[in-house]
């Protein structure tokens, strides 16, 4: 135990030693920084202490204990519990060790990650998720490669392709075409590789190869470290506006043309 003790003080992730009882006996400098309890606070604790109980659902909570009355192995991800009142989420790795000085005897080792951050991207994500799912525009979600994560119904029918052939492309790949913009495709493709925010009309093709005019709006879903990890971007089509558009300055150059007599 103390060798493993030397290796867990150098250890990012919250390290914690439980005796049968499941009482902590040790815990190194990460776990007690993530907690906010000191060593002295936290030998004794019980690990029910320091999960939110109210906010874990309840199988998981069930599970934990079946695992741990029958001595076996497992990780999970719970919210836990912080000194101040706060929580975050964590990943939990418990493994069941001999305990010192008597190896019929078992105790358990608890590693736990700090996941709050990658919760929260999580959430984000499924909540964009959930509004483009519901959504009558396209929407894809890219990686920071830009190849095609998910899409929803809407894109699939404006586009023409099926998830298969659209999952691993990148949205450039799936629609260019020989009438649209290459200089608004490179402009998009430079604010993408810059991890910023864009917006773009340009002409797309379709499967069959009939095109349409696209309105293209971009944002890149970040970590916390302000890292680019996906995309989400909104394709709107926008031919009938565009239509209109071209209408107008007809009608506008014919009455310019009457004004001026010719």
């Not at 719970?78 to 005897?105: Q, T």
């Not at 009558?136 to 899409?151: A, E, P, Q």
């Not at 929803?152 to 586009?159: D, Q, V, Y």
């Not at 970040?222 to 209109?244: H, L, P, R």
Request: proline share 3%; with cysteine; glycine share 8%.
């Amino acid at each position: 135990v103390n060798l493993l003790s030397l290796a867990a003080k150098a250890n990012t992730s919250g390290v914690v030693f439980m005796d049968e009882k499941l009482k902590i006996r040790w815990a190194n400098e990460a776990f007690i920084k993530m907690t906010g309890f000191s060593d002295t606070e936290l030998l004794g604790m019980h690990p029910d202490e320091l999960i939110h109980k109210k906010a874990n659902d309840p199988a998981t909570l069930s599970l934990v204990q079946e695992y741990s009355k029958e001595k076996k192995n497992f990780n999970i991800e719970m919210l836990h519990c912080r000194k101040d009142g706060g929580y975050f989420w964590a990943n939990l790795e418990s493994i069941v060790i001999p305990m010192p000085g008597n190896s019929l005897r078992k105790w358990r080792m608890g590693i736990v990650e700090d996941i709050t951050a990658k919760k929260k991207q999580q959430i984000e994500v499924e909540r964009l998720s959930l509004v483009a799912s519901i959504n009558r525009n396209g929407v894809v979600f890219t990686d920071f490669m830009g190849k095609i994560l998910w899409s929803n119904e809407g894109f699939r029918t404006l586009s023409g392709f099926s998830e298969e052939e659209i999952v691993g492309k990148t949205p450039i790949e799936l629609c260019r075409g020989p009438l649209s913009d290459v200089d608004e495709l490179r402009k998009m493709v430079n604010l993408f590789e810059r991890g910023e925010s864009f917006h773009i009309e340009v002409i797309q093709y379709r499967k069959d190869g009939s095109w349409f005019w696209g309105r293209v709006n971009g944002q890149p879903v970040k970590d916390v470290n302000g890292t680019t990890t996906q995309y989400f971007a909104m394709i709107e089509d926008i031919t009938e506006e565009k239509s209109n558009e071209e209408k107008l300055k007809v009608l506008s150059q014919i009455a310019e043309d009457n004004i001026n007599g010719v």
